[in-house]
């Protein structure tokens, strides 16, 4: 059986809590915060090329730098909150990242079908230095991709945030920005 990718019963599961004593099957997601532009306390002393160290750490290939700021640029999810996914299948529940690379959510309980859902994050920061001070400003490009089990669609969507803000995805999926970086560079 075809479905539009993501089916539209699918987006309604967004946002309702899990029952403590009995939940019912299904898939739930929670929200997350967003997180605005950080400024974080550094080590005096601190220079550019520290901040460099540590980005490459992180994952990050950096990119321009002068004397008091430098861009990176890397992939993967840690770096943004999409909240998580709960799911209940004949009462074992399951509680993962919604920024999980792979997720195998289902849409039908009662022929078990399923949908595969892939997330890819490109994320973009600069950093600059200022004495003990140093402000990240991020921004990511998220792309979603849905495959339906039986192999009858798939449906990919992009989307970008920046700072402080958040962005719903059709699966009701919400992205926001995360702290990591700049937690990071402490």
Known sequence: MGYAIP????AAFALIAVSACAPTDG???????AKPDTVVEVPEG?????LQKKLRGMGFGTGKLTARSISAAGRGGAF???????QVRDGNVSVY???TPLSILYTDLESRDFLTRQI????RANVTLSGTQATVSERHEITMLWTSS??????RQSKA?????TVTFEDGTICATGTGIAENLR
């Not at 089916?7 to 699918?10: H, K, L």
């Open 80 to 86: 943004v909150d999409c909240g998580s996914i709960t």
């Open 27 to 33: 898939t739930y997601f929670r929200e997350p915060e």
């Open 97 to 99: 990242s919604g920024s």
């Open 161 to 165: 945030i920046d700072g402080g803000e």
């Open 7 to 10: 089916p539209a019963p699918f």
């Open 150 to 155: 039986d192999g009858s669609g798939t449906k």
């Open 46 to 50: 601190t220079t550019i090329a520290d």
């Open 120 to 123: 890819a994050v490109l994320t």
